[in-house]
């Protein structure tokens, strides 16, 4: 094994609240077919660049309108690429005889989760680019959400589905799904857990990414969460592609999402094969997640597209505290706990920190942020 240690000396303040000093000590070790570092890889080759569609009438009485949605991305991958039309960025990243896996996200339903006709769209753009139906695979990690937010029904002949477990488990050390040469080692572990022991302090990566697909697309959506403050990009990647991730949310006080999402989106089969972000806003959570409470919803009806997962990321946090600041609320990084959100102190620093660690940009003077109308 490659010892990878990736240290941030200082964390944000939050809340006049000093962060702590904490080493990520990621040890990392990879098959011969573990892809190697790209123009693809993150980054990308948008580094910075978050195109932002915006559609009035994206939703109407809680009803995706398909004519809408397929406007906005087409105009979204257009904005992104530097070529001619939305088909020619869709070829920049993905090609003939690529398996091509989409994460997508169950996790707010009904209300908020990764929507069929956005899915529809990628699926159709990926045949225009010559990826075959049987080289796309959807997935979730868990079996029993993915079946429950009905996203099987939603694939057209061919295209594939996969999960990595059953069903969520409070303790996710299961191995069945989960591939034992692509991992990180974090010192952390769930209160009681032996912390010599390594598989306590380990989290492997889901055969998905490992074995079965080339490159992904990460299909997120526009939420708060109670500990990581938002889940866009970067946690549909670090708590839906590795296991035992409950260590870096145990308690309302021992909240370690700061540290372990940079993590898990750090490893090298993650990293290099994640290569197009696209961020489902039409719909959005601003209070009370990841469950999604019907009350904090709310029609954004923007879709956000990039290579970059730490700059997206970035965007759509700005766009979460704007409409927590219209709604009479504090901030993600600066709210206390309530009846619906009941983490001490939520880590959205989870992003700039993924941003030091090299994941994408960070700093805002660097983001370019192009904002398109549908």
């Not at 948008?46 to 397929?70: C, K, L, T, W």
């Not at 209300?111 to 899915?119: M, Q, R």
């Not at 061919?158 to 991992?183: C, P, S, T």
């Not at 526009?222 to 403050?229: E, I, P």
Request: net charge positive.
């Amino acid at each position: 094994m490659r010892p990878l240690c990736m240290t941030r000396r200082h964390w944000l303040a939050s809340a006049g609240v000093a962060a702590s000093t904490i080493q990520l000590a990621c040890d990392t070790k990879h098959t011969s077919k573990a892809p190697a570092h790209s123009k693809l890889s993150m980054p990308g080759p948008f580094r910075g660049r978050v195109v932002a569609v915006e559609h009035p009438s994206a939703i109407i009485e809680n009803v995706y309108q398909r004519d809408a949605i397929s406007s906005m991305m087409k105009r979204g991958m257009t904005a992104l690429g530097d070529a001619g039309g939305h088909l020619d960025t869709w070829r920049l990243l993905f090609q003939p005889g690529d398996v091509v896996g989409i994460k997508l996200n169950p996790v707010g339903r009904p209300h908020v989760i990764s929507s069929p006709e956005v899915l529809h769209h990628i699926i159709a753009a990926l045949k225009d680019c010559g990826v075959k139906a049987q080289d796309i695979v959807c997935y979730d990690r868990y079996k029993v959400e993915f079946l429950e937010a009905g996203f099987d029904k939603w694939l057209p002949d061919g295209v594939r589905w996969m999960h990595a477990a059953e069903k969520y488990e409070n303790v996710q050390k299961n191995i069945l799904g989960y591939d034992r040469d692509h991992f990180f080692e974090l010192p952390l572990t769930l209160p009681g857990e032996d912390a010599d022991d390594s598989e306590n302090r380990r989290s492997y990566a889901a055969e998905f990414i490992t074995k079965h697909v080339d490159k992904m697309i990460n299909l997120c959506v526009l939420k708060d969460h109670q500990s990581a403050g938002i889940t866009m990009a970067l946690k549909n990647m670090s708590h839906g592609l590795v296991n035992n991730v409950n260590r870096s949310h145990a308690t309302s006080t021992l909240n370690a999402c700061g540290a372990f999402i940079p993590a898990s989106v750090s490893l090298p089969v993650i990293r290099n094969k994640a290569v197009l972000h696209i961020l489902d806003g039409v719909k959005g959570l601003y209070h009370g997640g990841p469950g999604a409470k019907p009350q904090f919803v709310w029609d954004h009806n923007t879709i956000y597209f990039a290579t970059d997962p730490v700059a997206l990321d970035h965007v759509g946090w700005r766009a979460l505290d704007a409409k927590r600041e219209q709604m009479g609320m504090k901030s993600v990084a600066t709210d206390l706990p309530d009846k619906f959100s009941t983490f001490l102190r939520r880590q959205p620093e989870h992003v700039e920190i993924a941003g030091a660690l090299g994941l994408g940009e960070w700093r805002w003077e660097k983001i370019d942020v192009r904002r398109v109308v549908g």
